[in-house]
């Protein structure tokens, strides 16, 4: 894997960004955007699972990384569970469910994929780059 040195190259956030992009324009349709505590669920989980792998990024060192990245994969969750909230409501159809189900899932799986990679390297992250091993 080649080494990543900006929040924007990785594949994870950007697809998380485009999932976002999604579920904020369907929260300002209605139904949905006149459930209040709903919709701002759905923005808010949403929203998370981006900031967390770009916190966990930025926090420049591998363990931290893996820690956000499991928080976001856990915001994938609640989205999941969002959408199907929306579906049993009728907020949105069976189509446009499987669409952004299958979107979200397709994020879990690159988050529980760079968690993987994350836990088999060696590598510290540049926060701790240059320390030996009796600092740690």
Not at 127 to 133: A, D, E
Request: glycine share 8%.
């Amino acid at each position: 894997m080649a080494t990543i040195k900006r929040l924007e190259d990785l594949e994870v956030w950007k697809k998380a960004r485009a999932l976002s992009i999604q579920i904020y324009e369907l929260t300002f349709t209605k139904p949905l955007s006149q459930d209040f505590r709903l919709r701002d669920q759905m923005r808010g989980a949403v929203g998370s699972i981006m900031d967390n792998i770009a916190e966990g990024f930025d926090r420049g060192g591998r363990l931290e990384f893996i820690n956000s990245l499991g928080i976001a994969k856990g915001e994938t969750g609640e989205l999941k569970s969002q959408l199907y909230r929306c579906l049993d409501v009728k907020y949105i159809s069976k189509k446009c469910f499987e669409k952004l189900y299958e979107h979200t899932d397709e994020v879990a799986k690159m988050i529980a994929g760079l968690i993987e990679y994350l836990n088999s390297s060696y590598i510290k992250g540049k926060k701790f780059k240059n320390r030996t091993s009796s600092e740690n």
